[in-house]
């Protein structure tokens, strides 16, 4: 079946847009003090603001280093929601593990009324959508819209027909200007403990691109990658918010950006017919900016960018 392509125009700080972000294989630095590194974000009027965080659950101290830089973004960026990408609680999934690894650690962002929106993980307790300030209304897949956003949390461990067809039908029903999909296993990475899902490409991918999906948010893989598009989706890895797999990257000219010395979270900005982007680290440096401009193609039909 032929669909219209779609291509991104992508305008990406920090040494352009193909440069591979390679520092010393050192894992975490000593801590500093936390910075207040400028917002590269353009702050436009009615736009939407959200943050992004992947495999965060740890309950140690550098989910609340993350946190904290979290927090003082806001207070340059005020989002109202988080997008969490699976492994939100590592371990036991008791009340107590509930309170340690999430509601301590993001304390000042709930007390603001941000909402999280949580998809699960190989780590996590399907019951999770139970836990009310998940805001996953019981599903393990679900959709919410704000603002020029669509989007869609998907649970990557069990993908069944029923859960393909209800992303295939609520994808064609949406008009939304950016639909945003997100799910813990990459169906691209460069990463090399696990690697890309390709089973799960090739079942998904069809799907969301011919649904005109055109974000894909995914974890798993303990580091950042920005990917080149495929098939009309930008697709970012983000499973370095909590843990990380120091030195876990390699270089690929699939890989636009990568970052594997650090935790890592990220803020986007959908703006009309453009989305924009900034990771940041643990220690409150920015690892990647850019843009994503929507510009429809001459040519029909799908295949890879």
Known sequence: MSVPRRQFLVYAGLAGPAAFLSLARSGIAQPNPPKAAPITLPLKANSTRFAIIGDSGTGDESQFRVAQQMQRFREQFPFDSVLMLGDNIYGNNNPAAFVRKFEDPYKPLLKADVKFYASLGNHDDPDQRLYKPFNMGGKRFYTFKKGD??????????????????????????????KICFFHHPLYSDARFHG??????????????????????????????????????QYFVLGSSGQL????????????????????????????????????SARGDTVDSGVLTKAKAAAAGSGQN
């Open 245 to 280: 797999r120091s030195g876990d990257l390699r270089q690929s000219r699939d890989v636009a950006k990568g970052f594997d010395t650090d935790r890592a979270f990220a803020l986007m900005e959908a703006a009309g017919d453009e989305l924009y982007f900034q990771v940041i």
């Open 149 to 178: 956003a669509q989007f869609y949390a998907l649970d990557s461990n069990y993908m069944t027909p029923e859960q393909i067809a209800w992303i295939q039908r609520e994808l064609s029903d949406s008009s939304a200007k950016w």
């Open 196 to 233: 890309p899902d390709l089973d799960l490409r090739r079942r998904l991918e069809p799907v969301l691109s011919q649904g005109g999906a055109h974000v894909v948010l995914n974890g798993h893989e303990h580091v950042y990658e920005r990917l080149q598009p495929q098939r009309g989706i």
